[in-house]
């Protein structure tokens, strides 16, 4: 399957002290590989000052464009703002905290030729006993209600052309329209590898979404996928 273009969408929500080093260290990736960048990034409704220096790199650098929300859409708003208005012929997500190194995106690049989706996890996280423990509880409640999962953990990476094929249905904020995809694609004629990754620690600030009342609103939207997601294959 042939590869020309790529699409970034850079996940902004108050990261004005993070944004332009990781979108300037997502641009120096993208100079090394053979592919037209495309660099979206989302604010999501920032009111910390991200979404002017946005504007700023994007008269800056050309490969890089903004969207803004007006408000904040979460999770779930910044995905569905991505999958309308990616360009490229494979598009991945990369947060704008710096947890995930922009070499990451070359890996998924070189995995995806012969697959229609790459999805990261990570063998090695170092993080607090609850912040585990919350993780293994969260999957486990998913495995209940949607059956077998594939390993993911972090980023992915997936052809637009699926945007067409595939009909996602998940509302609200957070990660049902990523789990639906995922799973609509791998229960479904496509092909579909898991590749580790690194994660490093944030550039500054704390995280948005790894605490309990995210996890939980997140549950609850899953319990609306399982109507809508095939069964496992055999």
């Keep these: 399957m042939r590869t020309e273009s790529i699409s970034v969408v850079v996940m902004t929500y108050d990261e004005v002290e993070n944004l332009e080093a990781v979108v ?15 660099v979206l990034i989302v604010d ?17 650098l050309p490969a890089v464009r903004v969207v803004h929300h007006g408000d904040n859409r979460a999770l779930g708003g910044v995905y569905r703002t991505g999958f309308a208005e990616a360009r490229g012929d494979v598009v991945t997500f990369l947060p704008a905290d710096g947890q995930f190194p922009a070499d990451t995106i070359a890996l998924f690049v070189e995995e995806i030729d012969d697959c229609h989706m790459v999805l990261g996890y990570l063998p ?27 390993t993911f953990q972090g ?7 699926l945007l067409d094929e595939v009909v996602l249905e998940s509302q609200g904020r957070g990660w049902a329209i990523v789990w639906e995809l ?51 294959r055999q």
């Design 182 to 232: 995922i799973l609509k694609v791998d229960r479904g004629p496509y092909r579909v590898k898991s590749v580790p990754t690194k994660l490093r620690p944030r550039m500054s600030g704390h995280s948005k979404v790894n605490n309990l009342p995210t996890i939980l609103a997140n549950l609850k939207q899953v319990v609306g996928l399982r109507d809508l997601i095939p069964r496992k």
């Design 24 to 38: 300037r260290e997502l641009i120096e990736a993208l100079q090394g590989l053979p592919l037209e960048a495309d």
């Design 124 to 150: 090695d996280r170092k993080s607090s006993a609850v912040a585990k423990l919350l993780s293994a509880a969260e999957r486990q409640v998913y495995t209940l209600l949607l059956g077998p999962l594939p």
């Design 155 to 161: 980023m992915m990476m997936f052809r637009r052309e």
């Design 44 to 60: 999501d409704g920032s009111r910390d000052g991200s979404g002017e220096l946005a504007d700023r790199l994007a008269a800056e």
